[in-house]
């Protein structure tokens, strides 16, 4: 506004004194015209002339007066539409969908971002309500919308929002005050499609539940095969003690019904078991930076610094399965998170400490681990969150993935504090080099 009022001033002044200049170059001309051929002239032509001067000034003075005013309009539009299209370009540059819109959900903003996500065009949403607000988070938004006015901007708030099918689309979303002048607020929302972090994070969490059964249910299995074999040999030598026909008859029964419960028990083992990875070659590397990649929303709401030195991998790979390894560092990745604090660091580092192995540390600068819980780390269901906050069982996982891939695991806590998290794994080598191939 204060720019606006300078280069109005700056307008109107330069108007007056080109005005000024044009009346006083006129007059000039004019005297010099009238000295020259009309000094002898009668008064009543003189009179002529002095009105005729006149009108001719009125007619430059006012010619000149449109068109630089015409011209300075023309120069505004143009400024004005140059910095429209470098706000359009702005805003359709940005890889989140973004919906601008008053305090009734009316839009008046909707980028190519949003028309992918929602399906929604532009044509369809401006001008009109906000069509992707499900009714149960109407109350959720109207709350959100009331702490943005109150100048507290509510950023990356996880929710749903509804596509044009009707389908509903896991988000993380923020909400910003927008004014322009002395106006009603705005806002803008800016919206992230968050699907696949979701659907992630609940395969981890099945992941856990499923290893937790499977321990439970190979433990369960494991104490009732002993009693349940003590049992079927007792009643196979009862059978060839007793004489009676119908006793024989009823520990027949008895020995096929321990039988069923045996295999029964057999299959509940089976299936405890977890089916042989699909190991190929994998680039660590490239795992762990996907990784960091997918925990980056997390990393920023904290304020978390990475540093990921990878340079010593270039060309060396191990022989894995690329989920396991992904679960694997996204556990490790996501324990030194849930340690740090605001503002904490983590930093990955990968070494080669021999030719045959891969030496991968993940270290942060946390609250370190209890001398007394190092032993118990890697025990199934210890944990040293507080309620609600994790399983125990992340861990546990993740020493069995790097057993299987035939490395092995260790924590300590580092000298100036926080944890070290250290990984030895095996270098993949192809067949044609020489030696086996690691397993």
């Not at 720019?3 to 007059?27: E, K, N, P, Y």
């Not at 977890?274 to 994998?282: G, S, T």
């Amino acid at each position: 506004m204060e720019r606006d009022s300078q280069w109005s001033g700056w307008h109107w002044t330069t108007l007056m004194l080109s005005s000024i200049s044009i009346v006083a170059a006129v007059f000039a001309i004019w005297e010099l015209v009238e000295n020259r051929f009309f000094r002898d002239i009668d008064y009543v032509s003189l009179h002529y002339l002095y009105i005729t001067r006149g009108m001719a000034s009125s007619l430059i003075l006012a010619s000149w007066a449109a068109w630089f005013v015409l011209r300075q309009r023309r120069q505004g539009e143009e400024d004005l539409r140059r910095s429209r299209e470098h706000y359009r370009r702005l805003l359709e540059a940005s890889p989140s969908a973004v919906a601008l819109y008053d305090a009734s959900l009316c839009v008046s903003e909707w980028n190519q971002a949003a028309e992918r996500l929602y399906g929604f065009s532009k044509a369809e949403v401006i001008g009109r309500a906000l069509p992707t607000i499900p009714e149960e988070k109407e109350a959720e938004l109207s709350k959100l919308l009331l702490a943005a006015e109150a100048a507290e901007p509510m950023a990356m708030v996880e929710t749903l929002r509804r596509d044009v099918r009707g389908t509903l689309v896991d988000v993380q979303l923020s909400v910003l005050p927008f004014r322009e002048g002395p106006g009603p607020c705005d806002f803008l929302e800016v919206t992230e499609d968050i699907r696949e972090r979701v659907r992630l994070r609940q395969t981890l969490l099945e992941v856990e539940k499923l290893t937790s059964m499977g321990k439970t249910a190979a433990g369960t299995a494991h104490h009732l095969n002993t009693p349940l074999a003590a049992m079927l040999l007792r009643v196979q030598m009862m059978r060839e003690q007793a004489h009676d026909v119908e006793t024989q008859g009823d520990l027949e029964r008895l020995e096929g019904s321990l039988h069923f419960c045996q295999q029964f028990v057999s299959r509940l083992l089976e299936f405890s078991r977890r089916p042989a990875a699909q190991k190929q070659p994998e680039d660590v590397g490239r795992t762990i930076e996907s990784v960091v990649s997918f925990l980056a929303p997390a990393l920023t709401a904290l304020k978390a610094r990475v540093s990921v030195d990878i340079d010593a991998l270039d060309g060396f790979r191990i022989l894995g399965d690329r989920n396991l390894l992904e679960a694997l560092f996204s556990i490790l990745m996501s324990n030194a998170l849930d340690a740090i604090s605001s503002g904490g660091m983590i930093a990955i580092r990968c070494d080669r400490p021999s030719s045959e192995l891969i030496e991968v540390r993940i270290a942060d600068d946390g609250c370190g681990i209890a001398s007394a819980d190092l032993s118990r780390i890697f025990e199934p269901f210890f944990t040293t969150k507080g309620p609600g906050r994790g399983t125990g069982l992340g861990l546990s996982i993740a020493r069995n993935i790097v057993l299987e891939h035939g490395g092995s695991i260790r924590l300590e806590n580092a000298p100036a504090g926080g944890a070290i998290a250290i990984l030895m794994l095996p270098v993949f080598r192809p067949a044609g080099a020489g030696e086996e191939t690691s397993s």
